[in-house]
């Protein structure tokens, strides 16, 4: 089987971080996700992955991430038969392959052309009312592309921190304003982590710069007028951490312990 040669740089290739965080968390006997998909997909690359930095304890990390989004967009699948789910900066992400919507929603995967046509070479064709967008998140144009006629649940792994502020505002002031209802799921540095970026071996490897850092997640319910908070997740009190290794678990409760560090990251929860 030939191999998938890796021209991404800078933000993009960190997208292959998260995929081998997945594949590592998929080969554990104590696996949060079981992400097949994900460990056929890096078997498939030709890319040396120790650039990642990713080790079993951030592997864990990242899979219980993905665990805590993909069960809030279940739920939100539960309560709407007939919705549209928005799959931002998805990059090798196989969240529509675990979650196997039903044929009554529609899914939208959108990332750069170039990672969408390495999604289409690497993963399976996800089946039901699928449509992969080739564009950055940030272009004005690409949400005409979907219907406006349903509820919409939008989701968004690892992207905040790469956009700046204005650029989130005004992502996020588009969704809530096209739709007639829905709820926005994504995960967050706070300005301490974004200070510590360098210290990310993902970040820094791949020549990557991290900008906006949310320390305050009650100051976006101003962007949109019915913005409302649901939850707010300290990646330290994220469920599951017990699957974490040993030397995880304990770096966790210290970093619990001290102000600062234990806003360092959260996932998010609005409705609108």
């Keep these: 089987m030939s191999r998938e040669k890796i021209t991404l740089s800078g933000a993009q290739e960190t997208l292959l971080a998260t995929l081998y965080g997945r594949a590592l968390d998929s080969r554990s006997p104590n696996s949060v996700l079981g992400d097949h998909e994900a460990a056929r997909a890096v078997d498939r690359i030709d890319y040396d992955f120790g650039r990642t930095g990713i080790s079993a304890t951030t592997a864990a990390g990242v899979a219980l991430r993905a665990h805590q989004l993909d069960g809030w967009t279940r739920e939100f699948l539960a309560e709407h038969?007939?919705?549209t789910v928005l799959h931002l900066a998805c990059g090798l992400d196989t969240r529509v392959h675990r979650l196997a919507p039903a044929p009554t929603v529609r899914w939208f995967d959108v990332d750069y052309?170039?990672?969408v046509d390495l999604r289409e070479r690497l993963l399976p064709p996800p089946g039901g009312d699928y449509h992969p967008i080739g564009t950055s998140v940030t272009d004005e144009a690409w949400l005409d592309q979907v219907?406006?006629?349903r509820p919409t649940v939008t989701v968004f792994e690892g992207l905040?921190?790469?956009l700046i502020k204005?650029?989130?505002?005004?992502?996020?002031?588009r969704i809530t304003g096209r739709f007639p209802s829905g709820q926005l799921l994504f995960d967050c540095y706070g300005t301490i982590g974004i200070r510590l970026q360098k210290l990310v071996p993902?970040?820094?490897n791949a020549g990557a710069t991290l900008h906006w850092g949310i320390d305050d997640p009650h100051e976006l319910?101003?962007?949109?007028?019915g913005l409302r908070l649901l939850d707010a997740i300290r990646s330290v009190d994220v469920p599951g951490l017990d699957k974490l290794p040993a030397s995880g678990r304990l770096g966790m409760r210290v970093m619990a312990h001290i102000p600062g560090l234990r806003d360092i990251g959260r996932i998010l929860r609005y409705r609108f």
């Design 81 to 83: 038969e007939h919705a």
């Design 113 to 115: 052309p170039e990672v």
């Design 147 to 149: 219907p406006s006629d």
């Design 160 to 162: 905040s921190m790469y």
């Design 166 to 173: 204005q650029d989130g505002r005004r992502l996020i002031e």
């Design 202 to 204: 993902a970040v820094r």
């Design 221 to 225: 319910e101003n962007w949109h007028q």
